[in-house]
């Protein structure tokens, strides 16, 4: 059974910087897709950013393009989303999330053009991020 864990939200002010980290037990995190979500106030669940198994596929929603990164780091167990130039619209509870039944190369099709047209089996509890000045 898989167990996801955000970490690395705060508050940070408009232009800065945060990296959040995804960090799985239970499952070697690198033979799947891991998406990272938010949820603003008083908003839907938003799909950020998606990076498929070896890295074959990286997606970013159209408002974060340029701005955020999604990575590996080599290991097994963590995913980062490095955000930078934030804005007080990227304020929301983040979420990473990854699904079992799409391993390697199935990865892609969560990772699609249509990301996230697929719903991910797995969730971490989520991390607050603050962008305020």
């Known amino acids: 059974q898989v167990q996801l864990v955000e970490s690395g939200g705060g508050v940070a002010r408009p232009g800065g910087s945060l990296t959040l980290s995804c960090t799985a037990s239970g499952v070697a995190l690198d033979e799947y897709a891991v998406g990272w979500f938010r949820r603003a106030p008083g908003k839907e669940r938003e799909g950020v950013s998606c990076i498929s198994y070896q890295n074959s596929r990286a997606k970013y929603v159209d408002s974060v393009k340029g701005r955020f990164t999604i990575s590996r780091d080599g290991s097994k167990t963590t995913v980062y989303l490095q955000m930078n130039n934030l804005q007080p619209e990227d304020t929301a509870v983040y979420y990473c999330?990854?699904?079992?039944?799409?391993?390697?190369?199935?990865?892609?099709?969560?990772?699609?053009?249509?990301?996230?047209?697929?719903?991910?089996?797995?969730w971490g509890p989520g991390t607050q991020v603050t962008v305020s000045s």
């Open positions: 999330a990854t699904d079992l039944s799409y391993p390697h190369h199935y990865s892609d099709y969560l990772c699609g053009d249509d990301f996230p047209g697929l719903d991910f089996g797995s």
